[in-house]
Structures are given as C-alpha cells and as structure tokens.
C-alpha cells in the first residue's frame, strides 16, 4: 500500500534588509494562506542574521536543510545583475530535477510597488514570496499568463490574480511530494542529512 503524504514545506527566511516584524508577519500569514489554498501547509523558521531586527531571533538554522525545506532571503537593495526593473525576486531552479530550494526577494522593489499598488507591504511581500516557492515546487521559471505565478503585477488585481491555478497547485503538491529523501536514493544525493 502506497505512503500518504503530507503537502508540507518548511521555508527559512532570512531577511538581511532590515524588514519590520509587523510586515514580515502579515508576509507569513499571506504565504501560509496562498499555499493552503493549494493544498500545502508551510511551516516558517525566521532565521538569525547578522544584523537588522532578525538578530534577535533564536533560531540559528545552523541544523542541515533537509528535502522538504526551502531557504527564501530577504535582500535589499536588488542586484544590478537584474536587468527586469520589475521583476520582485528570483529562484534557483535545477533544470535537471525540476526543483528549487532557494530564492531571493527584494525588499525595497516590493516596498516601492506596494506603495504605487496602494496595497500593504506586508501582502505583497507575502506574494512576492509565495511566487519564489511556486517556482521552487513547480520546477520552472516560466510564468503564468494569468494568477500568482503571472510575469507581472502591473495592477492590484482580482482576488483570482494571487492564487495559483488548479493544475499549478496539483503540480506543487506533487513537486512537494517528490521531495521525499528517499527519492534521490538512486542518484547518490541525500537530502535530509550529512555523513560524517
């Protein structure tokens, strides 16, 4: 009889620009809402930085990143390596596995379209986020015509514009899902722990 599976992630963010707690905290309810609605539950670690307001949290994330986790940072200010004066963020996708593990938001472009947008930073950062982790879990860095996973947020949008479609969100189950350690036994890759 075949395993059921639970659709959870872990996602470690680490936010070097400085972010307010209140607006990182209306962050995490929006990616914890967005995901839900397709079926994924996340669990977030605030991670210990060097400096800014996650200097204080206790959480070192020091233990090793296993299948199901991701690692999202919060930068300011956005590389001159992107040439995309929209683009919000980036992910890492291996194009061999189809899947992601980390990707970068930046802090002050989600802070400058919030505020032509007239929506909260806290939401848009929360989407911001919640579209990495879409491209982490779908494998692909193509984007949407339409929805969350869309190329560009121009509008503030219908409700319909931030959720993922029906066959994304069945897609990033299936992305979460294929995370299991036991997966990459064959290829020699463990995930989930190091061997000393």
Not at 21 to 46: F, N, P, Y
Request: charged share 20%.
């Amino acid at each position: 009889m075949a395993q059921q599976l639970s659709n959870s992630i872990v996602v470690r963010a680490y936010d070097t620009a400085g972010v307010p707690a209140d607006t990182i905290e209306q962050a995490h309810v929006i990616v914890a809402e967005l995901l839900d609605q397709a079926g994924i539950s996340a669990t977030w670690r605030d991670c210990q930085t060097p400096d800014g307001p996650m200097s204080r949290s206790q959480d070192r994330c020091d233990d090793t990143l296993s299948a199901r986790e991701l690692v999202v940072r919060i930068v300011v200010p956005a590389p001159r390596s992107i040439s995309d004066s929209e683009a919000l963020g980036y992910s890492h996708v291996d194009p061999a596995v189809h899947r992601g593990t980390l990707a970068t938001v930046f802090a002050d472009r989600v802070r400058e379209l919030a505020h032509q947008l007239q929506i909260l930073e806290g939401t848009l950062l929360g989407r911001a986020i919640t579209h990495e982790i879409g491209h982490m879990l779908l494998g692909t860095l193509n984007h949407s015509e339409s929805g969350l996973m869309r190329g560009h947020w121009s509008s503030r949008g219908r409700t319909a514009d931030w959720m993922f479609s029906s066959v994304e969100a069945s897609s990033m189950r299936d992305g979460v899902n294929a995370r299991v350690p036991g997966v990459f036994a064959m290829t020699g890759v463990q995930l989930s722990e190091t061997r000393k």
